[in-house]
């Protein structure tokens, strides 16, 4: 059974930085890339950031460049991001997601598990 768990969420100010993980079981880590994605009421969820399973190649959304840095340790079947700069138009609920490809898509309905996802709240 594969699980993918988010953690690091939480309330920040303005400015400030936090940085997610999501844990992944169940699974061949090796074998996929990993997306992170978020969700705000009423909107479709969309994408932030993904990476290619031996960390090659990283992609981001043009709203998060510069300020986000996703990685992985295939070594702990972890991914990560860092969220620098944040600004209240990022508070969000944040998804991590496994899509097994070579290169990762930005559409989220490519993409095979789903972690339960960890809010992000961005006050100003």
């Known amino acids: 059974q594969v699980q993918l768990v988010e953690s690091g969420g939480g309330l920040v100010q303005a400015g400030d930085s936090l940085r997610l993980s999501c844990a992944a079981s169940g699974l061949t880590f090796n074998n996929y890339a990993m997306g992170w994605f978020r969700q705000t009421p009423g909107k479709e969820r969309e994408f932030v950031s993904a990476i290619t399973w031996n960390s090659f190649r990283t992609y981001y959304a043009d709203s998060v460049k510069g300020r986000f840095t996703i990685s992985r340790d295939n070594a702990k079947n972890t991914v990560y991001l860092l969220m620098n700069i944040l600004k209240p138009e990022d508070t969000a609920v944040y998804y991590c997601?496994?899509?097994?490809?070579?290169?990762?898509?930005?559409?989220?309905?490519?993409?095979?598990?789903w972690g339960q996802g960890t809010q992000v709240t961005v006050s100003s």
């Open positions: 997601a496994a899509h097994r490809a070579t290169i990762p898509k930005s559409d989220s309905q490519g993409y095979d598990y």
